[in-house]
């Protein structure tokens, strides 16, 4: 199949409806408080994410043709791999791409990258495609697969790139004591996850300590981009911290507002740049 593009097409009710290339899929959104923007864009559903406890649940298919993985554009013309898993993911978090383009000159001049959190790095291919080099922690051997897939898919040379399968702190602290420096440094911080040996990582207690030690590895002219999803934190809590955090740095806040089709926008979290 020739890969399509990926459209946000409507949200509302506490869901969102996206097409990714042909097929049409339903998943939950916690955050779409307000009614369906266009409840006659919902129609002809090929899967319908259903939740069954607070992490997992199934994939409703009403099209039994959808296959287990196929592949999408960005509109920057990036393919990406879509794979529908028990947690509702896909594959890709699309929220990303609507900054990720304007980091090529945001990391300017070109220097080493730390991502962390990368799953498939929706928030970074595009800097791999423009010649940086990335080191990627992730602790899901299936997501660095994944992000892996995605470089080759999109002709991306592997030189320069460092995949690490670790506990995002293991790693920092690490890299701390062997005085390693990075130019640029990517935090994509979830409410909730776990190291490679179940360590827990849970925002409200780890985030302080995420961006002291991301802050001990950048170069004094470095730049940090961290991005955060819990409706927990507001702007001007992440202004204040980050800027308290990270002495001598400007640290400018945004919320990430894709625009579904319909015409509603769908608040899907804070991106917070540190230069
Ligand atoms: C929401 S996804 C990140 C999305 C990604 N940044 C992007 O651009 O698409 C969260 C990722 O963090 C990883 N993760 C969660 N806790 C972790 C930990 N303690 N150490 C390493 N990775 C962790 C998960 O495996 C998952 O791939």
Known sequence: ??????????????????????????????????????????????????????????????????????????????????????????????????????LVNFFQPKGKILNLFTYSGSNCVILAKNGFSITVVDSSRQALSTYNQNLQNNKISLKGQRFILEDVFKFIRR??????????IMVDAPSYGRGTKGEIFK?????????????????????????LHSPRFTPKILEILVSQLCKGKTVEVSEIVPICESGVGLPSGFLVKVF
């Open 1 to 102: 199949m020739k890969p399509l593009p990926y459209r946000l097409l409507d949200c509302g009710d506490k869901e969102k409806l996206e097409m990714f290339g042909q097929f049409k899929l339903v998943r939950p959104c916690p955050q779409a408080l307000w009614p369906k923007n266009k409840p006659e864009m919902w129609s002809n559903v090929d899967s319908v994410f259903i939740r069954t406890s607070e992490e997992k649940g199934y994939w409703n298919k009403h099209n039994h043709n959808i296959p287990d993985n196929w592949q999408i554009t960005s509109a920057n013309g990036l393919i990406w791999q879509i794979e529908l898993n028990q947690f509702g993911n896909v594959g890709v978090f699309t929220e990303h791409w609507l900054y990720a383009d304007n």
């Open 175 to 184: 890299e701390v004591r062997r005085n390693s420096q990075y130019d640029g």
């Open 203 to 227: 925002i409200e207690d780890d985030l302080v300590e995420l961006i002291l030690t991301c802050f001990k590895l950048l170069t004094p002219k470095g730049k940090m981009i961290l991005t």
